[in-house]
């Protein structure tokens, strides 16, 4: 945060698109309009993408 209390409208206008779209957590990725959020362990990541694309 700045010293003035307030951020930087930049910073401000991509929090408000990532609120709209619902992003709430780092990382965030969107897989055929599908949303996963946070420190996913890699197997559940690969898992949960493999099922979205059809996959094994």
């Given at each position: 945060?700045?010293?003035s209390g307030n951020l930087p409208d930049t910073v401000n206008l991509?929090?408000?698109?990532?609120?709209q779209v619902?992003?709430?957590?780092?990382?965030s990725f969107f897989i055929n309009g599908h949303?996963?959020?946070g420190n996913l362990p890699l197997?559940?990541?690969?898992?949960?993408?493999?099922?979205i694309l059809?996959?094994?």
């Open positions: 945060m700045c010293r991509n929090r408000q698109a990532a609120n619902g992003i709430e957590a780092t990382p949303i996963f959020q197997a559940n990541f690969q898992q949960q993408i493999d099922q059809g996959g094994s």
